[in-house]
Nanobody, 119 residues
């Protein structure tokens, strides 16, 4: 049974920081690409940050220079460090595990964690 469990969300003032963590179980973690997505009310889910199994990263333009994604394969964990938070970062943040094979692809999602940036 695959589980992705996010933690670390909460309420923070503009300019503040939060650290989201996603603990994975039931998958061979080190072969999966991992990502953080977010969905604000009334908007589509969007990619925030992505890290490949080899450690290459990419970010949405809106978070470049402020957010950092990292992974710890020994702990089956992916981290999203969020600095200089803005009100527009308010959303539910979801962890994703993705594996693309030759004929199949696998996607798993966490339950989401709320991030609210407000003064």
């Amino acid at each position: 049974q695959v589980q992705l469990v996010e933690s670390g969300g909460g309420l923070v003032q503009p300019g503040g920081s939060l650290r989201l963590s996603c603990a994975a179980s039931g998958i061979i973690f080190n072969i999966y690409a991992m990502g953080w997505y977010r969905q604000a009310p009334g908007k589509q889910r969007e990619l925030v940050a992505h890290i490949t199994s080899g450690g290459s990263t990419k970010y949405a333009d809106s978070v470049k220079g402020r957010f950092t994604i990292s992974r710890d394969n020994a702990k089956n964990t992916v981290i999203l460090q969020m600095n200089s938070l803005k009100s527009e970062d308010t959303a539910v943040y979801y962890c994703n595990a993705h594996l693309a094979g030759q004929t199949l692809q696998y996607d798993y999602w966490g339950q989401g964690t709320q991030v609210t940036v407000a003064s």
